[in-house]
């Protein structure tokens, strides 16, 4: 008996109490993580959450390394650290609790993809099962480069930008905590999903949703998309535009392909 026969031999309040079980153990590790986070809030805040806002960051000393090199002072983003201020009596510990959340959700990200991966795994074919092999690593992969991508490109990218930017010299601006971290926290978590496409289009094209020739319809105008957000975030020189539109367009092209590859084996089995 094949796990597909098992598990439609499973009623569905069997597989509403196994689903429940898959959530609350998701649950359970993203606490497990939040705590974990809660206890070295030190490392997180200093060395992780706040260091994008501030000269010493890695990225930031690339790029005015490479000002320097090149004769372009665009580059060289967040040389004056920003001042935060908390302007709530419970303003910190609520941050503290937040990102703490955040934090755990990322940290369980790939558990959490393998206990739904479990759950939905005996509902397939054998030879589908052996066609998803490594699913959970691609999956937990691409959204930690994303949440990278998202750490060290977009964010300080976004901080300088938005940071620095004022409507007149009369205005000084002062960030909130809140503000600041819900940002950085906004973008990254963002760019982990975002990088999450190729395996979306993967199950789109599988449920007949998505073809490759929809994809390749609408490329210019997911080309112009990827661009204006790249331009709205980035600094005004051509370089850091690059530096965010190039990985994003060859996400996009990548989820053509996978489209592609797909719809051709969809069409072979349906012996067209």
């Known amino acids: 008996m094949t796990e ?3 598990g439609e031999e499973m009623g569905f309040l069997d597989h509403l109490e196994e689903l429940r079980w898959v959530i ?6 993203i606490l497990v993580g939040a705590i974990v986070a809660f206890i070295f809030s030190d490392f997180i805040f200093d060395r992780l959450i706040l ?17 320097q090199t090149v004769n372009s002072p665009a580059l ?33 990200f790939p558990y959490i993809v393998f206990q739904f991966w479990k759950f939905v795994r005996p509902a397939l074919y054998d030879v589908e099962r052996k066609r998803s092999r490594g699913a959970v690593f691609y999956i937990s992969l691409l959204f930690i480069v994303g949440v990278l991508f998202g750490y060290f490109i977009i964010s300080p990218l976004t901080i300088h930008f938005l940071g620095g930017y004022s409507i007149s010299s009369e205005v000084t601006n002062q960030i909130n905590l ?15 999903v975002l990088f999450e496409l190729p395996i979306l289009v993967v199950f789109l094209t599988k449920a007949g949703i998505v073809t490759p020739m929809f994809l390749r319809k609408y490329r210019k105008h997911t ?29 996009f092209e990548a989820s053509i392909r996978l489209s592609a590859r797909l719809y051709k084996r969809k069409l072979k089995a349906e012996g067209m």
């Open 178 to 192: 809140g503000s600041y971290i819900g940002s950085v926290a906004s973008v990254t978590l963002a760019t982990g």
């Open 76 to 108: 060289c983003i967040n040389s004056t650290p920003l001042n935060i201020i908390n302007i709530n009596m419970a303003g910190q510990f609520n941050i503290h609790i937040m990102v703490s959340v955040y934090v755990g959700i990322i940290m369980a």
């Open 51 to 67: 260091l994008p806002k501030g000269p010493e960051f890695f990225t930031n000393r690339m790029l005015c390394l490479l000002a």
């Open 24 to 29: 609350v153990r998701s649950v359970v590790a």
């Open 223 to 251: 080309f112009i998309i990827i661009m204006s957000v790249a331009a709205i975030i980035t600094p005004p020189d051509i370089l850091s535009l690059l530096l965010v539109t190039f990985p994003l367009w060859l996400l």
């Open 4 to 6: 597909k026969q098992k």
